[in-house]
């Protein structure tokens, strides 16, 4: 059967890097797909909502759920000022499709750190999705002193429990695949561990409730507590440790706001925002996304790397069950990266976005 | 008139770097200071909590209103679990004594930054110091799923403007200070600047309050807009530029929580949280603190950096009026730190933390 894969590009270079993803998926040689895929174009948007009003149409949702496996998404811009009626498409993908995770590799062979040393980084981080200070819960009022905002920052067992569910089952995951990858011997990591990421000294309820549960997923799992270590990070300390010796890190979970600030810095040290992939994971669906954004500066010029799109495709992939497809991608992808010749500006080359989307084609 | 000078060592290392930057104090040449300062001891921490049953007591607070010009506080260690009744005593000092801003200068010559190079940093952190989550407003309750928490952040017009204030007359007098100074060139930039951090793309109305109160500080103030540049960054990608390109930051002023993780990931670029002071600064009073923690891992060892706490009493005196004093501890610091055989273990040396501070007093 033939995957069906919706695309939903968006704005800015969302437009041009999905459609490079596309042709990579494409390319794909016969053999590692069941069938060719099949792809369904969706809107939404900035750009959208300010010609139809809406960001995220009801059409789209609906086709994802009723025709799609899964989907890419390209970026989204972030209006300059509060424009009434309006509010972030992804935010309202993730919480309407149920995506609770957001999963983000961050991985280098040799990255630079604060010390200067180039090192092997190896994480996975799994970023809570669905609450948090990304509820959006906020009420403007009049104080006697002027005005005053309070947003609410919501955290539940349920929530937590079950993004710290799939970071000790994708530790184990992990540990799995090293073995099986004697080559990757350099990044080997002693024993899986999940770092911890809260702010609990400050925030002993809400993080309190976070820390304690996802411990408890630990605890409460005769497996998790054989195979896998656990620690905590305060998430400042974390930011700070993770450019001091981002190789001490192995999966990484973090409350919805310090997993997206976590996931910008790690995608720093391993280069070029360009570079690092997402998937927003549920249990019934599964989004692939580039961790940058819309990038209004270079839209349109044909120069945004797509690897950080390519590579989330072959997340998307990997996600639904064709991983012998997804590792081709990545290994093509690599293959361009160590080659180094052909190159978008952000990462010291010269190359446009589609001559990168051919290069890893010709590499399938 | 002499000095006085509350001392709140607290926990941890707190013991060990205050009584080094209190040598410093007592070593400045006469006829830098007025008199020689005086020093009050106080009592605050989470040791002292377990043994008394409060963490800040009121004694501490009374005697820093009716004794003390000014006061320095070390670190403090957080409990690792929820303890009843704890409450985190810096952040109760800040609000207690309305220290609204927490100022935190991150300087390097050759600081390394994600791409391996070497740069000239020379940013200010403005934290906004008594809002944001840190209100520590927070349920608990029990839902048909389980259990969830939910906290309250608060963003006022007033702790956003009084913040938005400091930061664009810092970013003023900093101007001033680099035209004084030829020899700080290489740090020079053409206009100073003031970046607002946010994340309004997802808060619209906290972090819409705060970003449009800012830039309304900046627009009611002819000499602000004549002479000060204003810019934005969603908070996820200023950690990323962050580590990009650090040399692009003047001031940076940011709301509560977000300048606690900013602040710390700044300090990685520069080399240890042991070199980063911090100021608390009120209308009324000032606490110098270093940025780095109680570091239950070496304290008691007399090895940890004293050098963060040395500036923070530097930048004591500088909100005191004691500029010639302050300017002779920053030079000192900085000749041990050009010379670097005095060292501690965290910056690669291997001297304690008694000899850094008497090599700084050596300097003097
Ligand atoms: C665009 C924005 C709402 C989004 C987020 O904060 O989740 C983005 O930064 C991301 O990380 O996917
Ligand atoms: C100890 C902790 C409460 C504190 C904070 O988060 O403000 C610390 O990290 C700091 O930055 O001074």
Redesign the pocket.
């Known amino acids: 059967r033939a995957l069906t894969i919706g695309l939903i590009p968006a704005d800015g270079i969302g437009r041009e890097v999905i459609p490079a993803a596309r042709r990579v998926l494409e390319a794909l040689p016969s053999g590692l797909l069941a069938a060719r895929p099949r792809f369904v174009d969706l809107d939404a948007g900035f750009e959208y909502f300010q010609r139809h009003g809406v960001a995220l149409p009801e059409e789209t949702l609906a086709a994802l759920k009723g025709d799609c496996d899964g989907a890419l998404f390209g970026a989204?811009s972030?209006p300059s000022h509060k424009v009434a009626g309006y509010s972030?498409p992804?935010?309202g993908l993730r919480k309407r499709l149920d995506l609770y995770a957001n999963v983000r590799p961050v991985i280098s062979g040799a990255a630079a750190t604060a010390s200067g040393a180039r090192r092997a980084i190896d994480m996975l981080i799994i970023r809570e999705n669905t609450e948090c200070l990304y509820i959006k819960d906020e009420e403007l009022h009049d104080g006697p002193d002027g005005r005053y905002a309070v947003a609410k920052r919501r955290i539940s067992e349920r929530a937590s429990r079950r993004v710290g569910e799939m970071a000790f089952a994708m530790a184990l995951q992990r540990d799995g695949m090293r073995r099986l990858a004697p080559e990757a011997e350099r990044t080997w990591k002693a024993r899986p561990k999940v770092t911890i990421v809260h702010k609990s000294n400050v925030l002993s309820v809400t993080d309190g409730l976070w820390r304690e549960t996802v411990r408890g997923v630990h605890a409460a799992s005769a497996q998790y507590r054989d195979a896998v270590d656990v620690e905590e990070q305060l998430v400042d300390s974390m930011v700070y440790r993770m450019f001091r010796e981002p190789e001490a890190f192995d999966v990484v979970v973090a409350p919805n706001m310090y997993g997206?600030i976590i996931?910008d810095g790690a995608a720093a040290l391993v280069g070029s925002l360009g570079l690092v992939p997402s998937a927003n994971v549920g249990d019934a669906f599964v989004v692939g996304?580039p961790?940058h954004?819309s990038a209004p500066d270079i839209a349109g010029r044909n120069i945004a790397n797509p690897i950080a799109a390519i590579r989330s495709a072959a997340m998307l992939l990997e996600r639904l069950g064709c991983e012998p497809a997804a590792l081709a991608i990545y290994r093509a992808v690599d293959r361009v990266l160590a080659d180094g010749r052909v190159a978008t500006p952000d990462i010291g080359g010269r190359s446009t976005t589609t001559e990168v989307a051919d290069a890893v084609c010709s590499q399938l």
Chains 1, 2 share one sequence.
Do not use: F, R, T
């Open positions: 989204v972030s972030s992804i935010v997206d996931s996304e961790v954004g």
